[in-house]
Nanobody
Framework: VQLQASGGGLVRPGGSLRLSCAGSGFTLDYYAIAWFRQAPGKEREGVSCINRGEGRTHYADSVKGRFTISRDNAKNTVYLQMNNLQPDDTAKYYC????????????????WGRGTLVTVSS
């Protein structure tokens, strides 16, 4: 069972990136999938989550209107489309899977990917 996050990189303010969270060994659609991020010197925070099945989505206030989370069940992958990126979005982004429903508590998540680094800088 593994989650692999990818798609990070260096982007200028106002730019876009799409992060991918690919699952292997299990079906992501049976899990709530969340993105968390951790900036240097800061605690990890929840960014977005998509529930299993019905696919209700949740966003942190800081990313509402700019980030969109989605699933592609055929590819067993969850995406985080990030638009209008700002320097405050610079962080390592992690995806995580929970057998239940979206939760803001990291302890509820059963599986974690290794993270992908997003740097927003001019």
């Amino acid at each position: 069972v593994q989650l692999q996050a990818s798609g990070g990189g260096l982007v200028r303010p106002g730019g876009s990136l799409r992060l991918s969270c690919a699952g292997s060994g299990f079906t992501l659609d049976y899990y709530a999938i969340a993105w968390f991020r951790q900036a240097p010197g800061k605690e990890r925070e929840g960014v977005s989550c998509i529930n299993r099945g019905e696919g209700r989505t949740h966003y942190a206030d800081s990313v509402k209107g700019r980030f969109t989370i989605s699933r592609d069940n055929a590819k067993n992958t969850v995406y985080l489309q990030m638009n209008n990126l700002q320097p405050d979005d610079t962080a390592k982004y992690y995806c995580a899977a929970e057998r239940g429903w979206c939760s803001s508590s990291e302890s509820m998540y059963n599986f974690w990917g290794r993270g992908t680094l997003v740097t927003v800088s001019s």
